[in-house]
């Protein structure tokens, strides 16, 4: 299995405050230096706590939600870190407040966390400010519109802008966002199904959800190299086996098998594009019909001579 192989889900308080300890006192406490006096508080009695458990069901990542908008507590163990469980927690946290109602959120980001919230439409409100030793900054979210427009960064085929991925997280956040707001197809050109992008557990809800949206939707994955993908195994070929009428993987034709660019096509509209498979530095827009159809072009002719990769489907993940 790889490393991504997480899950997450509400935390009960107190039964579960001991799993809860595991990860916050290490992260707070041992690695930043906050008095444990002020790491547990009243709050936690009514928050909404969030915990990630690996596969062998050890806390691995947390958060909370108050009542009155406030995001805290979000934490990750160090070897968690990178692999898009921040932007999980988030993403749930933000979609548990709109559906309770909340119509803003707030937060004290760490100085260095700034633009990862930055990043899921936060913006900062205020000056900066101490707290435990460590300067913070208050940023807000509203969800006074739709949740999509808000959380996503950016409207599939109405925002125009360039984006540059530098980040595996980057590439996380609008790889999920992009196929959320998907209505028909999907279209994924990889070397190896990045599952530091790929095999996240929204990116897999998000494609899950395409997948099943209507009888027309289509998602098309082209694989150079199953390598990794049989040694570790990956979400998205048992989501492929579980739905083989939408999702369908293939090997690209001889010709792009050393193909050097990888990319993502979402309803003819979006795209994440990299020109080097093996470096994160790439570009995505949500509103460029133009460019998506020049690599449409080339993905449907590596699909036209490709063929289905009978070893995945044969495969037991």
């Known amino acids: 299995m790889t490393q991504s192989d997480y899950t ?3 935390a009960k308080w107190p039964e579960e405050r001991e799993l809860l300890r595991q990860v916050r006192e290490p992260v707070f406490v041992g690695e930043q230096g906050v008095p444990l ?3 547990w508080d009243d709050d936690d009695l009514m928050a909404h706590h969030l915990l990630a458990l690996d596969q062998d069901q050890r806390p691995i990542a947390t ?3 108050l009542g009155n908008g406030q ?3 979000m934490a990750v163990v160090p070897e968690w870190r990178n692999q898009g469980i921040g932007t999980a927690l988030l993403l749930s946290l933000l979609q548990h407040a709109d559906s309770i109602g909340l119509q803003t959120l707030f937060l004290h980001a760490q100085s260095s966390a700034e633009p990862f919230y930055a990043k899921a439409g936060f913006t900062a409100s205020g000056e900066p400010f101490m707290e435990a030793g460590i300067e913070h900054q208050m940023m807000v979210l509203s969800l006074n519109k739709d949740l999509a427009e808000e959380l996503f960064l950016a409207q599939l085929g109405k925002t125009a802008e360039l984006y540059h991925l530098h980040t595996i997280e980057d590439h996380q956040i609008h790889a999920t966002s992009m196929v959320r707001q998907a209505k028909r197809h999907l279209a994924i050109f990889s070397q190896t199904l ?3 992008i790929l095999d996240t ?3 897999i809800d998000a494609t899950k959800q395409l997948a099943m949206r209507s009888r027309i939707s289509r998602i098309r994955i082209l694989l150079q190299d199953n390598t ?3 040694q570790q195994g990956h979400r998205l070929v048992e989501l492929a086996q579980r739905l083989s009428t939408a999702i369908e993987i293939r090997i690209p034709g001889e010709e792009y098998l050393e193909y050097a660019e990888n990319f993502i096509l979402v309803d003819e509209l979006g795209y994440l594009h990299r020109k080097q498979a093996e470096n994160l530095l790439g570009t995505a827009c949500y509103n460029d019909r133009h460019r998506v159809n020049r690599m449409q072009t080339i993905f449907d002719e590596a699909w036209e001579f490709g063929i289905p990769d009978r070893e995945l489907a044969r495969l037991h993940l």
Request: charged share 30%; aromatic share 4%.
């Open 228 to 230: 990794l993908v049989v």
């Open 8 to 10: 997450i889900r509400k």
């Open 63 to 65: 958060a909370r939600l």
């Open 37 to 39: 006096a002020m790491e």
């Open 201 to 203: 557990p929204s990116f």
């Open 194 to 196: 990045d599952p530091q």
């Open 71 to 73: 995001i805290g507590r």
